[in-house]
């Protein structure tokens, strides 16, 4: 099922008795809800598993009664057999969505129940715009940053805005902008990091100490090995070698490098001599067949070379 035909269902107040949400976009699956429960008249209620609807299904009380009850990851609904067997005279007049964190498409359920599924992915980026500038005032480029950090995600990117408006309540800031660009240089607004092994190893041959220090941090935040660390840093500094010591006039025949590899290469020209770049690689080779015969502890490898190094 797709998401245009829960719009038509919340517009037209005709309303399947049972849906399955799934999808990383967990802030526009409440929506969603909301919305179905508003329309259809169903109070909303979250249960923790639909048996204990079953039990209670008999009960006259409990018919009379209009719910929209959403239940989240129940494994018993999903593996019963007679539970799904009972399900239209357990909803009855009530509405049922199942949220699922994960949707394993190898499952009978999901074989089962796949017209009753709606997939819930991240919003394609125009949208997200659209949707964070009807919330904030935000410059095209603010919003576009804002996406980023928030990694497009709608539900991350509404709680950066609400701490943006507080402060901006609070303080003297102009407007959103100004607002929204402080908060993101204090680490108010959460920044993810990034896989930056090579703008690391650019700060190493560039001896940028403080730089190295800080996108080694970020390398360790996204769980980069040791090994593929050691061996980039080998493979450009062999390059930026070869570069800086080579005599002739066409720097691609000679070397065996491409143009792309030179011109990288030529960002570090003569910042370490050539016998530094050449103890570069041969610590980079002792480190990795250290790690290989646990000679030399994995964990602190990169910390050694940074000291050696820089």
């Known amino acids: 099922m797709e998401v245009n035909e829960i719009k038509h269902h919340i517009q037209s107040k005709q309303f399947n008795s049972f849906y399955i949400f799934s999808g990383t976009e967990w802030k526009v699956q409440k929506i969603y809800i909301d919305m179905i429960a508003k329309t259809s008249q169903k109070e909303l209620r979250y249960i923790d598993n639909v048996s204990d609807l079953y039990t209670k299904s008999g009960n006259k009380s409990f018919i009379q009664k209009n719910y929209t009850y959403v239940v989240r990851d129940d494994k018993e609904l999903m593996q019963n057999e007679n539970l799904q067997k009972n399900l239209n005279s357990i909803i009855g007049n009530n509405i049922l969505i199942l949220l699922l964190t994960t949707l394993d498409k190898r499952l009978k359920f999901y074989k089962t129940y796949k017209d009753s599924i709606v997939e819930f992915e991240s919003l394609k980026s125009q949208i997200l715009k659209k949707y964070i500038q009807q919330e904030i005032n935000l410059s095209d480029m603010n919003c576009e940053k804002l996406m980023e950090v928030c990694e497009y995600d709608y539900g991350r990117c509404l709680l950066e805005i609400d701490k943006i408006k507080c402060y901006e309540g609070n303080t003297n800031f102009s407007n959103s902008d100004t607002t929204f660009k402080f908060l993101l240089?204090?680490?108010?607004?959460?920044?993810?990091?990034?896989?930056?092994?090579?703008?690391?190893?650019?700060?190493?041959?560039?001896?940028?100490?403080?730089?190295?220090?800080?996108?080694?941090?970020?390398?360790?935040?996204?769980?980069?090995?040791?090994?593929?660390m050691l061996s980039v840093l080998y493979n450009n500094t062999k390059a930026v070698l070869q570069v800086q010591s080579c005599e002739s006039s066409d720097v691609e025949k000679s070397t065996g490098l491409t143009k792309y590899q030179i011109m990288g290469a030529r960002k570090h020209l003569n910042v370490f001599s050539i016998r530094e770049l050449i103890n570069i690689m041969k610590l980079c080779q002792e480190c990795q067949q250290g790690i290989v015969t646990g000679t030399i502890d994995e964990e602190y490898v990169m910390d050694y070379i940074l000291t050696s190094i820089l």
């Open 185 to 228: 240089e204090d680490g108010v607004i959460y920044t993810p990091p990034k896989d930056a092994i090579f703008d690391f190893v650019d700060s190493v041959l560039d001896a940028k100490v403080n730089l190295a220090y800080n996108l080694y941090h970020q390398c360790l935040a996204v769980d980069e090995a040791t090994m593929v």
